[in-house]
């Protein structure tokens, strides 16, 4: 059985049955490894073509995750350190979702101005993720700096203010927001 043409890596269950697929349908692509299912909304398509990407899960894990931390500063070419895990943020009271086997995922519980604060939707040719934005991402690092360590803190910081599209203010006014003013106004007095 072809699958319907798609040039996406996870496919919504929702949108196969749109093109006409049935239970039996999907059934039979799962059988002969077209299909393997993520969850009760997604399938991963293993007929897939593209460029894998471990941060098009997140989305398909939970559309309320958003890529963030050591992930995100990955992503932003702050950090030369490669996680063993992509860092999902979901807001609080939301039920953890269970980690695919690949990639494996830790989730983390942002509340309030934490979750809500920039957050940037990534798609590519329907591949979709949500991450933060580079100055959401340093805010975080900095808040997060003691559990992920100081070394990496550092270097994510002095790339992220050696980057020629960073923007202070804007850093600034996250910190502001996120209560980590103090901190992040040490860490930037010092490497600039």
Known sequence: MDLPKTGRQFIAARDLKKAGCSHYRINQMISAGSLSRLNKKYYENL????EPNDFYASYACSEKGIVCLMSAAVYYGFSSERPAVVDVALPR????PVSPVWPPMKFYLFSGARYDSG???VNDNGNIFRIYDKEKTVCDIVFYRNKLGFEPAVEIIRNYLHSPDRDINRLMEYARRLRVETAMRQFVEVMA
């Not at 007929?47 to 593209?50: E, F, L, M, Q």
């Not at 009271?93 to 953890?96: F, G, N």
């Open 93 to 96: 009271r939301t039920r953890i």
């Open 119 to 121: 957050i940037v939707i």
């Open 47 to 50: 007929d897939y073509d593209g």
